[in-house]
Structure formats: C-alpha cells, structure tokens
C-alpha cells in the first residue's frame, strides 16, 4: 500500500502541496488527476525519495523510499520516458537495470512481452524510439523487479490507441495480482475505464478521493471540471 501522510511541500512561495493524504491500496488503480501544477509529480518524486517533503511523510508498505532494503522489489516507477540514454538500445537499457538490482536477465524478455515491444524494436537504439516506444520501455523497466507497487506519471503520453489499450490492460492485470498502482494523467476517460479508485488534486489540495463505480465513472468530467473550476474562482 503507498500512504501519503500530511504531506506538505514548498518551492519557496509556492505551497506545491498543502497538507496532502490519501491511499493507494494493494490490489487496485488508482487515478491521481489534477490540471497542470496542481502537485501530482512533486507528490510522486516525494515519495520515490527524489525530493524531500517540507513536513508529512509518503511511504510505501510503510516505510519512506530511503528506508527500504528491497527498492526494486517494492516500488516500480516511470517518472520521464525521456530520461534514458539514447545511445543504448531498449534490451541493453533494461538488461543493464536488471543487473543494478539483481534479478535475472529472463526478465528482460518477459517484460518487453508484457509492454508489446517486439524483439527487433528493442535491438534499436532509444534515439530511434517514438515517444510512445519510450513510454512502453520506461513502464518495462518499472515492472523489472516484479514490484507490489507502480507509480507511473501520465504512462499514455505518446501511445497511439492500441499502446493505451495494451497499457491499460496490463496495469489491470497487474492490479489483480495485488499490486498497488498509482498513475497521473488528463486522460480522464482512460482513468474512469481502468481505476478503481480517483484522487482529484488542484493547487496541492485534495479535491476528492472516491471510488470509481459505473455512476462515478460517467460522472468523471463533470465532477472533475466542477471541482477545478471551483479551485480557479476560489484562487481569482
Ligand atoms: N523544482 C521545483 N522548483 C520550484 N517549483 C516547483 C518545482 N517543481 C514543481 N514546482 C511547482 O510546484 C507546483 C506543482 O508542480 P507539479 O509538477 O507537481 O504539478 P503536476 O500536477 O505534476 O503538473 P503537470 O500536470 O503539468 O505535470 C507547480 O506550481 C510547480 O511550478
């Protein structure tokens, strides 16, 4: 389970995140939505020890990020498809993180399988790759060390329909075999289609944390724009 506790964060003036809290439970989606700004990635980097919270605390299992023996294992993250050597080629780059945290380098080929990359497209190297391509291996790598939970920053951007669907469908199946998973997007109907639970944030306040049934599900943009807009008019 990844917990933020009373998280709080600030870039000087800016208040990047204002006494934030919410679950990630095992075995679910969980969509974080919010307009640009509003905190997602600075809640994420927080909790994958990138950054340090002003006051609060984000924890996975129960521990912060610095204190967990098994990183890999534990958390697996996409933050930035564009942070990968382009000079390497997609099998090299995972090849390579499967040798920093020591799991076998089978896994390699069963997670390019899970992300529908093919053999020759990770002979390539990444300066070759769309952004949709990046995005497939960033997501294989974050599923290298069969994580129980997967924290994944907008992971659509730059799939065309079939990569969303394939994505879609694998972060399900992943959720079903108890992970617990955490991704950001403005994808508003993908995330009504996938999640099972919805954390609405705007300016670095929680807006709404609900569950995500058939009502909510169809209810999701107009809850959403009803509450962002809100945010915007309360902040004039
Ligand atoms: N390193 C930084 N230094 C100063 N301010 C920052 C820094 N990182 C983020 N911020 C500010 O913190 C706030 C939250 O930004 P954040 O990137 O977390 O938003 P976001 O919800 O991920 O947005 P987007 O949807 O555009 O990715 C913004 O006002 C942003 O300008």
Redo the contacts with the bound molecule.
């Keep these: 389970m990844i917990t933020f506790d009373h998280l709080t964060k600030r ?2 003036a ?1 208040l ?1 995140l204002d006494d934030v809290s919410f679950e990630v439970p095992a075995s679910s989606v969980t969509g974080f939505l ?10 994420m980097r927080i909790l994958l020890g990138h950054t340090r919270a002003t006051s609060g605390r984000a924890t996975i299992d129960g521990r912060q990020y610095a204190a967990i023996s098994n990183p890999a294992a534990t958390v697996g993250a996409l933050l930035d498809a564009q942070a990968v050597h382009p000079g390497r080629t997609g099998a090299e780059t995972l090849a390579l993180a499967a040798a920093v945290i020591g799991v076998d380098r089978r896994r390699v080929g069963q997670v390019l399988d899970l992300v529908g990359l093919s053999v020759a497209e990770s002979r390539r190297t990444v300066k070759g790759y769309s952004l949709g391509m990046r995005q497939r291996l960033g997501i294989a790598q974050a599923l290298l060390g069969s994580p129980r939970a997967l924290v994944l ?2 992971p659509a951007n730059g799939l065309d329909p079939q990569g969303i669907r394939a994505v879609r469908d694998l972060l399900r199946a992943v959720a079903d075999a108890g992970c617990a998973v955490l991704l ?1 997007s ?1 994808l508003l109907h993908e995330v009504a289609q996938l999640a099972d639970r919805v954390v609405i ?1 705007g300016r ?1 306040r929680i807006l709404e944390d609900t569950t995500i049934d058939d009502t909510t599900a169809q209810d999701l943009e107009t809850r959403y724009f009803s509450l962002t807009s809100t945010e915007d008019r309360s902040a004039a």
Excluded: R, V
């Design positions: 870039y000087g800016t990047a919010g307009p640009n700004g509003a905190g997602k990635t600075t809640a920053d907008e950001s403005h944030i670095g």
